[in-house]
Nanobody, 123 residues
């Protein structure tokens, strides 16, 4: 089993920044790909960013390109999501997820999920 715990969410004004962290434990290894997803009230969970096991490949949803950066520190079993230039539309619960093997962007591709951290952006 793999356990994921997100932190770093909160309330921020539009244009501000937050850094989310996802600490992994259990049977996690550096061979796991990681992703960040989000879910706003009344909407489906959607892909935000993903990173390959070695950090060498990343990709982003179009609506966060140029504003968000995903990174990982395998020595700490932690994945980060730096969020800049936040907008009210970014308000959601943010989840990190893990899967063994290649990084992917569908919710159904991931086997392990954290409990989520709330991000609220005020206008």
């Amino acid at each position: 089993q793999v356990q994921l715990v997100e932190s770093g969410g909160g309330l921020v004004q539009a244009g501000g920044s937050l850094r989310l962290s996802c600490a992994a434990s259990g049977r996690i290894s550096s061979s796991y790909a990681m992703g960040w997803f989000r879910q706003a009230p009344g909407k489906e969970r959607e892909f935000v960013a993903r990173i390959a096991w070695n950090g060498g490949r990343t990709s982003y949803a179009d609506f966060v390109k140029g504003r968000f950066t995903i990174s990982r520190d395998n020595a700490k079993n932690t994945v980060y999501l730096q969020m800049n230039s936040l907008k009210p539309d970014d308000t959601a619960v943010y989840y990190c997820a893990a899967r063994e093997g290649w990084y992917r962007s569908r919710v159904s591709d991931y086997d392990y999920w954290g409990q989520g951290t709330q991000v609220t952006v005020s206008s």
